[in-house]
């Protein structure tokens, strides 16, 4: 089989195009140039992209796709963020850049059977459902399913996740015997792998001049202080609002119209439940009627047990069978069922009966 592997210079990526090679198939190494300082791909990264290619005796093609990364990532998360939302922009970059821009620009220069990367999922394809279905890696701390909800069913016909049934300390041992030196010990690359080393450098940087301040202030709209400006701000934030208090205040919500933060205590900012839309069910057919599931509210968060009640053509409320606190507009929720199994996802639109609504 030939098969194209997305090379991000990292160890996950390298070993995937290893194993793959000495299965026997023929391999392609193929990275995006996406941002000029990207974490995953420019500088060091291509470099050692090469670098693994060169040593595993295999191709290796950059793709240069910064205008379709501008165009699908950066301006709808920076226009997320000054709406005041929180949006995660992976599984953004998931679906439309890597499998298909990278695919496309792949296919159009030549012909690959599958397209594999270095996550830590499973992929298994269901002959009763007839359905492609995502699996949560076995690793739980390496999980990265979070970031493939979007996904459908014709491009998850296109992948390979060889990564899946393995923990990091065994990729990086694996590494080691090949011989994959310069990324053996190479850190993970971490969330928004575009912004450089700091997300308030980024506004600061590239978007200073469109950056307002503003009032903070309590659920009961009195004015407590002044922020640096809507962007630097998510839901559930306690560090960084530069007011006192005999308590310790977080962000209870971001109001963009008045440019507002709403601060409170931390029983706060709990929510019974959350109400999430364009939602892809990616392991079942959309359901009709509501279901059991664990539920992710954002990425490394504990799964908790909801009910979820679909309604209208994509959206669902999701009810938490225990409080759940911080939840934030634009991020990702995710669904599994018993079996780790992931149904599917959709954006958080906003928390139902939050703590905060209640006071006075």
């Not at 109400?275 to 908790?304: D, F």
Request: glycine letters at 8%; aromatic letters at 10%; proline letters at 4%.
């Amino acid at each position: 089989m030939r098969i194209a592997v997305g090379m991000s210079g990292g160890v996950d990526s390298s070993v995937a195009a290893a194993l793959l090679k000495a299965q026997g198939h023929e391999v392609i190494g193929v990275t995006m140039l996406i941002w000029e300082g990207s974490k995953c791909c420019s500088g060091d990264a291509l470099e050692h992209a090469a670098w693994v290619a060169e040593h595993l005796g295999i191709e290796h093609k950059v793709y240069n796709l910064i205008n379709e990364f501008t165009d699908e990532v950066v301006n709808p998360f920076v226009d997320s963020y000054f709406s005041g939302r929180t949006p995660n922009p992976c599984p953004t970059c998931n679906v439309k850049m890597k499998f298909h821009h990278l695919w496309n620009a792949v296919q159009n220069e030549m012909e690959v059977d599958k397209m594999a990367t270095g996550h830590y999922v499973r992929l298994n394809y269901n002959e009763t459902a007839q359905r492609y279905q995502l699996y949560r890696g076995l690793d739980d701390n390496k999980d990265q399913t979070y970031m493939f909800y979007r996904l459908s069913q014709a491009q998850l016909a296109q992948l390979h996740f060889p990564m899946g049934s393995y923990s990091k300390p065994e990729v990086r041992r694996m590494a080691a015997e090949m011989g994959l030196d310069p990324v053996i010990n190479k850190p993970d690359s971490q969330d928004l792998c575009f912004v450089g080393d700091s997300l308030n450098d980024f506004w600061r940087n590239h978007y200073q001049k469109s950056i307002q301040k503003g009032e903070i202030v309590d659920v009961d709209g009195n004015v407590l202080g002044e922020h640096e400006g809507i962007v630097h701000y998510t839901v559930g934030q306690r560090k960084g609002l530069g007011i006192t208090s005999p308590e310790p205040l977080f962000v209870l919500r971001i109001d963009a119209d008045k440019n507002q933060l709403i601060v409170g205590t931390r029983d706060q900012t709990y929510a019974t439940g959350l109400v999430a839309s364009g939602l892809n069910w990616s392991g079942i057919e959309a359901p009709r009627e509501p279901i059991e599931a664990w539920v992710r509210i954002r990425y490394r968060a504990e799964l908790a047990k909801a009910r979820i009640e679909p309604f209208g053509s994509d959206s669902a409320r999701i009810w938490f069978e225990a409080p759940q606190g911080s939840v934030s507009p634009g991020q990702i929720t995710v669904f599994y069922d018993e079996n780790d199994m992931l149904l599917g996802g959709g954006v958080i639109e906003h928390a139902m009966e939050p703590a905060f609504a209640q006071a006075g």
